[in-house]
């Protein structure tokens, strides 16, 4: 089949964005399909040389002022921007987003009808998150070609069940613009929605999700995987036991584990902590003022070094020198399955998450054997105790791993069932559709 994934970012990009689009691309030309990816331009210097062979790529210029909007859109864009840093900033960006097309400050400049001429005949639309505006040309191309449309939901759009939202991802503000714009996303959301024929999404409650918002369709949950040749730990020891922690920071994240752990860490076991060091790469706290006491916790505590976001070669090299790789749960969240957790699984060093709930982490963990869980600052500090003491005295007895169960969350696990789901739905477009997840 002649099959269009539309995505947000897609490699050279080195966003995480790109990872779960760049793998499902790979997975359908490995099926022997024909692919064409359309996605936004990379400008950024952080890359990521993935192999593209097979794959046709469209990369689009972004912009600000989208083609194809009417005057009265091209009128309040114009002077959107052009008062952007005064005190109508605030008003001018509620009517933006109300008003203006999805995206509109990052868009591709292209419209629905230019990119049905440049993308060519195709047999299967797929388009997946984060930037929605991605479903909105899925839903024109599907319109205009007649042609069968999947939507995947790397995130939550809209939000009906609260414990699958993050603030940095989908809050939309507070007050009456808030309502304002929770309400047309939502509109827009089962708008777009309408003409697909199957949802599949990266966990089952992003996907139940997904469902109660737009009506019932089939889905498939379709989650993020490790691929196998990620560098396990370097032969090389460290001088110093090393952990590290790669990615955002949230505030719902239990960073006080952490924090009040390693404190307890460092007082009782002093000794332990002169040969301690977590490395924390690409936190991002700018991203959210409230994280401001974690930045200053980072760069005031003498067993953490800070780094910045990393290229795809050195986080992959950072990743190799690790003797334990933190994970940080998210407290009353659920449905949250991170792809760097994932990635983690399939280096076969150990995993350490500070968490108080039970969720897809700790169970992939139970079920792997592939790390541990610490819900207390007490437990936290004796995880590291004893992880640092075994490394000091001949390195870790490596812990018993589910290898057969650890396939399951591999990318290539996950091929087979996604592909054989998207050939049904293409091939019974009009069966009634499923009214809950099914199952993986």
């Known amino acids: 089949m002649r099959i269009l994934l539309l995505t947000t970012a897609f490699p050279p990009s080195n966003l995480t964005g790109a990872r779960r689009p760049y793998h499902m691309a790979r997975m359908l030309q490995r099926e022997g399909h024909e692919v064409t990816v359309v996605h936004g331009m ?7 040389p993935a192999g593209l062979e097979g794959i046709r790529t469209l990369p689009l210029a972004l912009t600000n002022m989208p083609p194809g909007m009417p005057l009265h859109q091209r009128l309040l864009a114009r002077l959107y921007h052009r008062l952007t840093g005064t005190a109508l900033q605030g008003p001018l960006r509620v009517l933006a987003d109300l008003m203006l097309p999805l995206d509109h400050g990052q868009r591709w400049d292209i419209t629905p009808d230019a990119l049905v001429r440049q993308a060519g005949p195709q047999d299967l639309v797929i388009a997946t998150g984060p930037s929605w505006s991605t479903f909105d040309f899925g839903h024109h191309f599907a319109h205009r070609t007649n042609k069968p449309l999947v939507l995947d939901y790397r995130d939550p759009w809209s939000i009906a069940r609260p414990e699958v939202g993050l603030h940095m991802i989908t809050h939309m503000g507070r007050g ?11 509109r827009a959301e089962r708008k777009f929605a309408g003409k697909a024929v199957a949802i599949t999404a990266a966990t089952p409650l ?5 469902l109660e918002v737009i009506g019932p369709k089939p889905a498939w949950v379709v989650y993020n995987g ?5 560098p396990a730990k370097h032969q090389a020891p460290n001088k110093l036991f090393t952990a590290v922690y790669l990615g955002s920071a949230y505030r719902e994240q239990e960073w006080d584990i952490v924090q009040a752990g390693l404190s307890l860490f460092a007082k009782q076991q002093p000794r332990l902590a002169e040969h301690f060091n977590l490395i924390i790469a690409g936190a991002r706290t700018e991203m959210d003022t409230r994280l401001n006491g974690l930045q200053a916790w980072m760069e005031s505590n003498s067993l953490v070094t800070p780094m910045n976001r990393l290229g795809q070669a050195d986080a992959v090299a ?3 020198q690790a003797d334990l790789f933190l994970h940080v749960g998210f407290k009353g969240k659920r449905g949250i399955f991170p792809i760097k957790f ?23 963990l139970n079920r792997t054997g592939a790390g541990l869980v610490a819900g207390t600052p007490a437990a936290f500090a004796a995880c590291l105790a004893e992880q640092v003491h075994a490394w000091l005295v001949g390195g870790a007895t490596p812990r018993p791993v589910q290898a057969e169960v650890l396939t399951t969350y591999s990318w290539e696990h996950q091929a087979r069932a996604w592909h054989a789901f998207l050939m049904d739905r293409c091939n019974t477009a009009g069966a009634a559709p499923a009214t809950a997840p099914l199952s993986t």
């Open 206 to 210: 992003v996907l139940q999700n997904a």
């Open 226 to 230: 490790f691929t196998s040749g990620i």
């Open 176 to 186: 009456l613009s808030g309502i304002l714009r929770r309400r047309r996303m939502w």
């Open 318 to 320: 950072l990743q190799a």
């Open 42 to 48: 990379h400008t950024g210097t952080n890359s990521w």
């Open 342 to 364: 994932i990635e983690y699984l399939g280096t076969g060093i150990p995993i350490l998450q500070a968490s108080t709930g039970t969720d897809l982490v700790e169970e992939a």
